[in-house]
Structures are given as structure tokens and as C-alpha cells.
């Protein structure tokens, strides 16, 4: 059912494109399937989605597939087919706010593996080989879950500089690449906006040029 609930003939129709034979120059694997071929870790999601072969075929294969609603036990545990094939084998970003797709998984874990700065891990007292996963703040962070000092430490820029490589899309129910929770907590982090520094200038420039002028007009 196009946008509505899932019903026994969508699964059926979604069964059937799970297994539709790979094309030959996607995988000469015998007997290769979409299903198959979904990629287990980083680098095969890498090679299928570089293969322009390859994403000519899941293109087809998401046109296929239902666009219907798999209800689960909650409404949050329900979600689209072809939500669920992008999270499979999605090869373009999705868009700000929608539920990551397979390479913007890959580049969150990319991104992830940047080593977690020397003087923030030091300052946590955490090992040097430290991932950012151990310094990322919680979705239910407050103050009182800060370690003591952390909004001056060196570790709010940290996490900055790992969401802005971040894809601003859903994983886990949330936008990892919003610093809106982080400047919450730390406003310290927060960029200091210089444009109101320039447009006072500026104004403070024009009293200065009608201050001249007019004495300029008296003498």
C-alpha cells in the first residue's frame, strides 16, 4: 500500500526483490542476490556504492520495493521499506533530518575514528587510543553529567571539529552533527558572532563621518 501500513502481499513483493539475481557486472559472485550483497563493514559498503554498475541495480531495486510502513511494536520501531533499503544499501547522503542511508553510515564511522585530541583525553583521564564515542555527549546530557571543568578543557572544540565531518542526518533517533546541546551546556564553545562587531564599526564609522562633516559646514 503506497504510504499506508504494510500488507501481506507488500512483504511478499519485498521478499521477492530481496531476492532478485544481482546483475553480472555488479557481481560475479554465482548466484548473487540483493540480499547478498549487502555489505557487512565500511569497505565493502564503499566498493558496492563506487560501483556506478552497482548503483544503477539497488536504484532499480529500491524502485521495487513497497513504499509502505512496517509497523512495529511501537510507532517508533515502525519505518518505510524503502527507509529500511536506504539504511541497507543507500549510496547518497540523505537529506538533513532524514534517516541516515548506508554511506552516511560509512562516513559517521569515518568520522568517528579521528583520534580523540591528547590534552581532552588527558584532561578525562582516558587512554590515549580513546574514541570519540567515549567523549560524545549523551542525548540526555546535563551539567551535573559534565566532568568537573570540561566547558573549559580542550574537549568541546574536540567534538566540534568531529560534528562538523559528521552527516547531518537521523542515526539512533537523533542529529549528531547539531552542537545545539553541546553550546547548551558549554555556551563558552559557542562561536562568538563577529558580525555585530562589524556593523557596530561600521556605524560607529558613519557617526564619525557626519561628526566631520558638520563641523566641516560650521567652519
Not at 6 to 18: E, F, H, I, K, N
Not at 21 to 38: F, H, K
Request: negative net charge; hydrophobic residues 35%; contains cysteine.
Amino acid at each position: 500500500m503506497d504510504g499506508g501500513n504494510c500488507t501481506q502481499d507488500d512483504m511478499t513483493l519485498r521478499s521477492a526483490v530481496m531476492d532478485s539475481p544481482v546483475w553480472t557486472n555488479c557481481s560475479n559472485a554465482a548466484g548473487a542476490t540483493l540480499r547478498s550483497i549487502e555489505p557487512q563493514d565500511a569497505e565493502s559498503a564503499k566498493t558496492l556504492c563506487g560501483s556506478a554498475t552497482c548503483t544503477a541495480f539497488l536504484s532499480s531495486m529500491e524502485k521495487q520495493t513497497p513504499n509502505c510502513v512496517l509497523v512495529g511494536d511501537t510507532p517508533k520501531n515502525s519505518m518505510n521499506l524503502r527507509t529500511m533499503f536506504q539504511i541497507s544499501y543507500g549510496c547518497t547522503p540523505a537529506a538533513a533530518g532524514a534517516q541516515c542511508s548506508l554511506i552516511d553510515s560509512v562516513n559517521f564511522k569515518t568520522a568517528t575514528e579521528t583520534p580523540v585530541w591528547t590534552n581532552c583525553s588527558t584532561f578525562l583521564k582516558l587512554p590515549q587510543d580513546t574514541t570519540v564515542d567515549k567523549v560524545m555527549l549523551e542525548k540526555n546530557a546535563n551539567a551535573t553529567s559534565l566532568a568537573a571543568g570540561f566547558c573549559n578543557s580542550t574537549c568541546p572544540q574536540y567534538l566540534l571539529s568531529v560534528m562538523k565531518l559528521l552527516p547531518s542526518c537521523g542515526m539512533e533517533g537523533r542529529d549528531h552533527s547539531d552542537p545545539t546541546l553541546l553550546y547548551t551546556l558549554c555556551p563558552n564553545a559557542k562561536p562568538v558572532n563577529k558580525s555585530g562587531a562589524s556593523t557596530l564599526s561600521v556605524s560607529l564609522w558613519s557617526c564619525v563621518v557626519v561628526l566631520v562633516t558638520a563641523v566641516a559646514t560650521l567652519f
